[in-house]
């Protein structure tokens, strides 16, 4: 059955559009429930929520900071779940954390969590394919959408079978190496989408390295969509607020909807 999420996504591409999902760190400053939503009123198919962890390792500095910051101010998993709870976003929800978290709370209870607060995703990239089992059974059990990742050194057997027990979208990793924006789109990121295109009809979203609109546009000539996480990050550490972040995702959102037009 389709989840939530995917239903979102394909909208969107059946519509002849480009999926973008902003990256919003949960629990950094009192308003980031509220940039969640200003997000989605400007133009978010989907938004990701990270939850923080004390030890990111796929992440990169800017995105650590705001861990950090949240982890300082004493937020903790069900803090945001109970914000989360609570609101009204408009689109679907995917938290992104590590699988510490989710075993430490406990996968069903971890699963459970997310249900009751109208997540409709989780994204836990440290748990590989092959220990997925516990997790996804749990996460299926309440119909949360496990997004799995698909890395650049992965042969096309393993992208395959990446992407046959993915739900919602495919997360394609657009270089080796930690998010964080960077001057010019990775040649390895258009490389990635067209490989996992090849293996699956699911949406594939590329992110780690996409930054800027132009970058966005630029590998949505073979990925269905992308995930901006740090360039957003950022907005929310510079203190930008609600609309700083808006404005951001609405020139992602302009970008690659111009892109699409001029098919």
Known sequence: MTGVLEAALRARLDRGGKCLVPYLTGGLGNDWLETVQAAAIAGADAVEIGIPFSDPVMDGPTIQLANDRALAAGVTPQQVFDRLHRADIGVPTVVMTYGNIAYRMGYQRFAASLARSTVAGAILPDIPLEELGPWATAADAEAIETVLLGAPTASDERLARIAQRSRGFVYAVGLLGITGVREQLAASAKVIAKRLKAVTDLPVLVGVGVGTPRQAVEVCEEADGVV??????????????PDGVAELVAEFRQALDESTNHC
């Open 228 to 241: 901006v996480g740090s360039a957003m990050v950022q907005r929310m550490l510079d203190g930008a607020g």
